[in-house]
């Protein structure tokens, strides 16, 4: 999962309202298939509620879906990865 992050770091980008500093979290669940790609859209799990949060949630949801797929993600172990319950906060994200 360290991989996984690292990898949705670098396609990920920190909306301009929101600075590193801002204490905000977002919970996202994300369902993959197989091969590493999204099985259906990521749901909301959670997480500060307000406009700078919807931000970042946008943000996460636009890197989960342009960093696909996650090929290095194991095969022979996609029963503990097939569903990924991921926090995300500002320092989650590059620039």
Request: proline content about 7%; glycine content about 6%.
């Given at each position: 999962i360290?991989?996984?992050?690292?990898h949705l770091?670098?396609?990920s980008k920190l909306p301009?309202?929101?600075?590193?500093s801002?204490?905000?979290?977002?919970k996202l669940?994300?369902?993959l298939t197989q091969d590493g790609r999204l099985a259906a859209e990521p749901a909301i799990g959670g997480g500060s509620?307000?406009?700078k949060a919807i931000e970042l949630l946008q943000s996460a949801i636009a890197a989960l879906k342009s960093c696909q797929p996650y090929t290095m993600l194991?095969?022979?172990r996609?029963?503990?990865w097939k569903v990924l319950d991921l926090d995300f906060t500002p320092k989650d994200f590059s620039g």
């Open positions: 360290v991989e996984f992050r690292r770091k670098s396609c301009a309202s929101v600075q590193r801002d204490p905000i979290a977002v669940r994300v369902f509620a307000n406009v194991p095969g022979d996609y029963g503990e």
